[in-house]
DNA sequence: GCCCCATCACCTGT
DNA sequence: CACAGGTGATGGGG
């Protein structure tokens, strides 16, 4: 059945029929498959992708949705699978929900499923509550998401799953154990209501931008990006008045296979099914035109967008994914090709829609830079650090012609004038090779509160007042887990020229939240100088003392209730006093913009040399950062501006963060 | 029609 | 490499 296409590796150029291979009903003819005549909204006001939905007869226009996000566009489409999360437990909270008059039903009703219930004895609780309401997503904000309300979203998720490895690694391998993190607090958010962009979609999801990262498949599904937890194509499915319709509207190109296409706007994707690589004893088969082929199929016809997440191995860490949103691709081609192990298999040829800003061309081009064929545009200075630190520090200007910064000395870390007294004097632990988490013997772990403030990849788990590193005086390998901050740059960094700021700092690599970044590098200074040395137009001065905005980093302790874990404390009292100038001397911190809604924060962080206690700053990931995104923190006020009120004072700057939470100036 | 459960596939992750 | 594992689709039974 296969003669014709056996040996063929490229796509023949005709369509070919695939019910013939594969003996599937032909298509048929398709009608526009949603009713018009209830809730279509105002001509014109289409998110993207919906005009395909007229067969033959639409214009084909360009993809005006791309550039807009945030626009809750109403979605004249009814989804099969109705958010029903959503719709029921809103009701809910209205307390409200013509509560079961139908007497029986609902859950915890004892009776007759006992013994399914006996293999799996969980199922039969109360559903978890909806804690929705406690990071601030409102039902609504459910069904469509926004910028902000992404934001927490992952943030809630990354901060929870820090935490639960954190437990997890601190039970070595005891007793029950939480592997997959990952899963583990995807699942908790999501029965607690806490996701979005839960309304299945075609085209751009609120709140999602290209270019964004993530680092695991559950960060796609609780965002609305990519609902499915392992499968690479997701279809919505489409009541229409007289058929339904399946859509693909995203693929996650895994990179496994032989995606790769020259071309960065376009991609070769393979269709699902055949257990060509998955089941070794089964002879590979064909694959067959449903779910997934199948709305991949009916997608090619409907010339719908289609979102691309393409996986890629992380560079610092090759056991890692990392998955980067492409943009929207339309599906202009796709043919059958025989696998090696013999199976028929599907290949759909994806193009990027043009005019989108570029995300994974981006990514080629550093790599190219890496490797030095095209030199790097605009480049200045290979290495800014003159190698202190041990990886590179470019210096680059694609805007205009000023050639350097002002004069400094670069130095990867503090100079204090004097110990640093503060803290009683302590002795560093006496763990053997390196500390491992869980051990309360090590008193580095237990000035932690029993903690181990990093994951094993050098992740910080939460924010602390203070966070204590093992230092010189400890007994412990230089490559304990604990040192995370005294380890230098790990990122290739660039120092570039921005529009209208100055100065600014970015990354060639991507960035996983809770990353150490830098230290803020300087010369310790009394606290009685700040006022003179601002007087004296130092720029570069970083105070503790200053008026920082609150915000949350750290993960909702009644998220982890059944756990029996609840400590949580996100204290903001910087406990000591810190200044810093970093105007003569100085790292790659000093370059660091101000944002109102930054991507890096800030954390103390102390340990011993010469059985002195010093104090650092320490700067994280907020969140994770793509490369060539410019790193931001929040410069905070000057206490004295904020005794004034929000009158203008003096010395302060106009803010061109550009944020939607602007507050319009700084400094 | 609905709800509940079981099963299955899937470009996961450690 | 093995295997635990979540989600959503599918299908059957009550």
Redesign the pocket.
């Known amino acids: 059945m296969e003669e014709g296409l056996g040996q063929n590796s490229v796509p023949p150029h005709g369509p070919i029929d695939k019910s013939k291979i594969l003996d599937i009903k032909p298509l048929r003819s398709l009608i526009p498959i949603y009713s018009m005549s209830s809730q279509a909204p105002p001509a014109g006001q289409y998110p993207s992708g919906f005009s395909p939905f007229f067969p033959f007869g639409a214009p084909q226009q360009t993809p005006t949705g791309v550039t807009t996000r945030g626009a809750a566009t109403p979605a004249p489409l009814r989804a099969?699978?109705n958010p029903?999360g959503a719709g029921d437990s809103s009701s809910t909270m209205n307390g409200f929900n013509g509560q079961d008059t139908s007497g029986k039903?609902?859950?915890g009703s004892p009776s007759?499923?006992t013994?399914?219930?006996v293999?799996?004895p969980k199922?039969?609780q109360e559903p978890p509550a909806d804690l929705s309401g406690l990071v601030g997503i409102s039902p609504a904000q459910r069904e469509d998401g926004s910028r902000e309300v992404v934001n927490i979203v992952l943030m809630a998720y990354d901060a929870l799953r820090r935490r639960l490895?954190q437990l997890e690694e601190a039970k070595e391998l005891s007793s029950g154990s939480i592997?997959?993190?990952?899963?583990?607090a995807?699942?908790t958010?999501?029965?607690r209501g806490i996701r979005t962009n839960m309304r299945?979609r075609i085209g751009a999801v609120p709140g999602i931008e290209i270019g964004d990262i993530f680092?695991?498949?559950?960060e796609l599904?609780i965002v609305g990006l990519h609902?499915?937890?392992?499968?690479?194509?997701d279809?919505?499915?489409i009541r229409g008045e007289f058929e339904e319709e399946?859509l693909a509207v995203c693929?996650?190109?895994?990179?496994?296979?032989d995606?790769d296409a020259e071309d960065s706007d376009v991609i070769i994707?393979?269709?699902?099914?055949?257990?060509f690589f998955?089941n070794k004893d089964k002879h590979t088969t064909d694959?067959k035109l449903?779910?997934?082929n199948l709305a991949l199929d009916r997608s090619s016809r409907q010339h719908n967008e289609v979102r691309v997440i393409r996986?890629m191995r992380d560079g610092v860490n090759p056991?890692?994914?990392i998955?980067v949103y492409d943009g929207l691709y339309k599906i202009q081609d796709s043919w059958i090709e025989k696998a090696k192990g013999g199976g028929g298999v599907f290949k759909y040829k994806l193009v990027r829609i043009p005019g989108q800003s570029s995300a994974f061309a981006v990514w080629k081009s550093i790599q190219k830079w890496k490797s030095g064929s095209p030199s790097r545009t605009g480049l200045i200075l290979a290495d800014l650090s003159n190698g202190a630190e041990g990886i590179p520090v470019s210096l680059v200007n694609e805007v205009n012609n000023v050639k350097a910064p002002t004069f400094f000395n670069y130095f990867h870390s503090l100079r204090h004038p004097k110990s640093f007294s503060l803290m009683q004097p302590s002795h560093g632990c006496t763990c053997i090779k390196a500390c491992v988490p869980g051990d309360l013997n090590c008193s580095c772990i237990r000035r932690n509160e029993g903690d181990f403030p990093y994951t094993g990849n050098g992740i910080l788990v939460s924010r602390k007042p203070l966070v204590h590193e093992c230092g010189p005086t400890c007994q412990c390998f230089p490559n304990c887990k604990n040192r995370v901050s005294q380890t230098g740059l790990k990122h290739p960094m660039e120092v570039f020229r921005t529009k209208d700021r100055g100065w600014g700092l970015r990354s060639l690599d991507p960035i996983r939240a809770g990353t150490f970044i830098c230290e803020y590098a300087g010369e310790v200074v009394g606290r009685g100088k700040v006022s003179q040395l601002v007087k004296e137009g130092d720029e570069y001065v970083f105070d503790t003392t200053r008026i920082y905005d609150q915000f949350k980093w750290n993960y909702e302790p009644r998220l982890l209730e059944e756990i029996g874990s609840n400590d949580s404390t996100e204290d903001y009292a910087m406990p000591y006093p810190l200044i810093i100038t970093a105007k003569n001397i100085g790292n790659v911190a000093r370059f660091m913009n101000h944002s109102c809604s930054p991507n890096v924060f800030w954390q103390p962080v102390v340990y011993e040399e010469n059985n002195q206690s010093y104090l650092h700053v320490a700067f994280f990931a907020l969140r994770h950062i793509p490369p060539m995104t410019e790193l931001t923190y929040d410069y905070g006020l000057a206490q004295s501006d904020h005794a004034e009120g929000s009158s203008a004072a003096k010395g302060r700057k106009k803010c061109l963060c550009g944020s939607s939470k602007c507050r319009g100036s700084f400094g």
């Open positions: 099969y699978k029903l039903k609902k859950r007759r499923h013994k399914s219930s293999n799996k199922k039969s490895c592997k997959r993190a990952d899963l583990k995807c699942n958010l999501m029965t299945k680092y695991f498949r559950m599904c609902a499915p937890s392992m499968g690479g194509i279809a919505l499915h399946t693929i996650v190109s895994s990179g496994e296979y995606d994707y393979t269709g699902q099914g055949g257990n998955m694959q449903q779910r997934g996986g056991n890692n994914k998955y």
